[in-house]
């Protein structure tokens, strides 16, 4: 267990509809990271949150979109779903921002747009 | 299309066995990280380097940087079981170090 809690652990929905997927990092740590893994593209990284800013944007479609709270904790929200954003998305958590902060993943949560 | 290669995607092997796996790019990286990963679960960090020609080992691993900061390989000596898993590399953007590209992975099974 990496202390680090992904909800729901599955989803099932429509195209066209809109999800949001809920992170809670480990206790202490001030940076969440998202990543979207599917069979045929690994695991792609989406964006990361430092103290409730923005540090960092990967390959994040303009459907898609992030926050950070107060609390820490973040939601990532996947709007307009096509049958192509069927995948496993994965939170993962660090004590700082940058490289030498080991990120400890979520189980993740599987997503699938029928 | 994957910034960081690695090969082989597949690998299947008998206990007690060595194995190579190569993460290759094009692009240069501040650093490079290796996870395993295992079925339902996310991926837990092994190592990382940072230099140049590093080479770390831990236990029966051995991983090694690109001189040029481009590419990296990990060695298993004696692979057990308990080593089957996904194997992903990650590097670490050289203009912001908050950005990591992993690769498609290395599937390794080994058989007792």
């Known amino acids: 267990d990496s202390g680090v809690t992904q909800t729901p652990k599955h989803l099932i929905t429509a195209t066209g509809q809109r999800v949001t997927l809920r992170c809670s990092p480990r206790?202490?740590?001030?940076?969440v990271y998202w990543y979207q893994q599917s069979l045929d593209q690994g695991l792609q990284f989406l964006i990361q949150?430092?103290?409730?800013?923005?540090?960092a944007k990967g390959n994040i479609l303009e459907r898609f979109s992030a926050q950070q709270f107060p609390d820490l904790h973040s939601e990532l929200n996947l709007s307009s779903l096509e049958l192509g954003d069927s995948a496993l998305y994965f939170c993962?958590?660090?004590?700082?921002?940058?490289?030498?902060?080991?990120?400890?993943f979520g189980p993740g949560t599987r997503l699938t747009v029928l | 299309t994957q910034l960081l290669e690695q090969s082989p995607q597949f690998l299947s092997i008998q206990e007690g066995e060595n194995l190579t796996v190569y993460c290759n790019s094009s692009?240069?990286?501040?650093?490079l990280q290796w996870y395993r990963q295992e079925p339902g679960e996310g991926p837990v960090l092994l190592v990382t380097?940072?230099?140049?020609?590093e080479v770390k080992k831990l236990k029966r691993l051995t991983f090694q940087f690109g001189d040029a900061r481009k590419d990296s390989s990990l060695h298993i000596t004696a692979a057990q079981p308990g080593d089957t898993g996904l194997y992903l590399c990650?590097?670490?953007?050289?203009?912001?170090?908050?950005?990591?590209?992993f690769g498609s992975g290395t599937k390794l099974n080994v058989k007792p």
């Open positions: 692009s240069v990286f501040s650093s």
């Open positions: 993962a958590s660090s004590v700082g921002a940058g490289e030498y902060n080991e990120q400890f």
């Open positions: 949150y430092y103290n409730g800013e923005e540090r």
């Open positions: 990650a590097g670490v953007g050289v203009y912001n170090f908050n950005k990591f590209y």
């Open positions: 380097v940072v230099t140049g020609g």
């Open positions: 206790s202490g740590d001030l940076s």
